[in-house]
């Protein structure tokens, strides 16, 4: 699976952003999905996933109310909907999947197998 992560750029704190992930060839059903992200001089950490199947989401805490994780099946593309920005979320974010997934290490890198490039996210104050 390759994935394709885009969307990213330059937006003023407060501002809003929508990230998408493709993969090239097939759907993503039956697959978990997440983004991670990770800033200059910082581990990557996990932002949000989202189970194809069921709808089911997950995010870090420190994201909820402002990003929203979402699937569309006719597109076949995950996206990250981003809003009321902070500088703290400068990262660059990366797209990942993984077959089945369980419940319990959706929010370690580990617990994926495909990854995407990643795309830049800037936010100034």
């Known amino acids: 699976v390759q994935l394709q992560a885009f969307g990213g750029g330059l937006v003023q704190a407060g501002g809003s952003l929508r990230l998408s992930c493709a993969a090239s060839?097939?759907?993503?059903?039956?697959?978990?999905m997440g983004w991670f992200r990770q800033a200059p001089g910082k581990e990557r950490e996990f932002v949000a996933a989202i189970w194809w199947s069921s709808g089911i989401t997950y995010y870090k805490n420190s994201v909820k109310g402002r990003f929203t994780i979402s699937r569309d099946n006719a597109k076949s593309t995950v996206s990250l909907q981003m809003n009321s920005l902070k500088s703290e979320d400068t990262a660059l974010y990366y797209c990942?999947?993984?077959?089945?997934?369980?419940?319990?290490?959706?929010?370690?890198?580990?617990?994926?197998?495909?990854w995407g490039q990643g795309t830049q996210v800037t936010v100034s104050s």
């Open positions: 060839g097939r759907t993503f059903s039956g697959y978990r």
């Open positions: 990942a999947a993984d077959l089945g997934g369980s419940y319990c290490d959706y929010d370690e890198g580990t617990g994926y197998g495909y």
